[in-house]
């Protein structure tokens, strides 16, 4: 199939047109990836594989992603938009003749589920990204619930060796109770932790600053323990599945402790946890007590650290995500 997949998150952009780009089809991206040979300013190295479509790249710098031509429109089989419910709205008049994808990343709301009723009952196809999202009011259906994936050949070799405590987070302060800020903090300043990501220049000492992607990786490796709170409304981050894919052992907070934020049971964290005794806690005093407790004992670390990666491999490996690909574009 040729595939315009419009997106609005470089990372999992990358981490599915590398995916369909795998699976054979010709995929345009028209988002960070609009050129695949990638660049330096880039998170995440060329999509291998992939062709460079110069006239389409140029056509998506110059036309929105609300205002579609229809030159990005008719020599396409399928187009996959990933959320921006916007996006899917503002085209739908030139755009239900084909196929259209609708792929959620677990930032759905009651509003957006509403704004695409219409859309849904004229034919667009939807990706569900966690079966949380189903208990959303105005839910509006599924046609697949495929996961997003990480390459279990890449993310392996957890040693923990560093025994430092960390957190993968944009934005951890400005975005405050959307990511429990206070939560995680009150862990990493008792564990003299460290904070990775971008816009996180309001925490001093504590930040880590955005890295490239392989000494993420190393970080990863190297480190006792990552403390988890996620980001409301989504039922897990791409942090989550990349620690979990390379076995850094996990400190999550449990639905007791998340902010209610929206009015729906979003969060799927500590339920996927709980499926290998994973840690999970209540209340900060129990982040502290965990987190010292993979401190404190090789063995339960690296027993953590085991149960973590074999379950990912089953949730959210390649190997498995790629063949819900396959099966889903075959069904269409």
Known sequence: MKIHYISCHSILEYDEVQLLTDLGHEVFSNGAYVDPRGHITLPRPAIKGAKFYEDYAALSI???????PSELIEPFDVIIIMHSP??????????????????????????????????????????????????LSNYIGE????????DEDEYSGWNGVGQNVVCFAQSLKGRRSHCHYEEIMSVIDKYDGMVYGPGNDDLGSKNGGSVPHQVQVAKMQES??????GTAPASYTLSFIEAMMLGLPIVAISKKLAHIIYDFDFYEVDEILAQIGGLVCDDVGQMFEKTKMLLDSDELAKDISE???????EMFGKKKIIKQWEEFLGSL
Not at 62 to 68: D, V
Not at 224 to 229: D, N, S
Not at 307 to 313: F, Y
């Open 307 to 313: 149960k973590q990666r074999t379950l990912a491999i």
């Open 86 to 135: 916007d996006v899917v709205i503002e085209n739908w008049k030139n755009i239900k003749h084909k196929k259209v994808v609708w792929r959620t990343i677990g930032q759905s709301t009651e509003s957006v589920e509403a704004s695409l009723t219409q859309m849904r009952e004229e034919g667009l196809k939807i990706i569900r990204y966690s079966p949380k999202e189903r208990n």
């Open 224 to 229: 006792r323990a990552m403390i988890y709170a």
């Open 143 to 150: 046609d697949a619930l495929i996961r997003f994936c990480k």
């Open 62 to 68: 110059s036309h929105p992603k609300t205002k579609l």
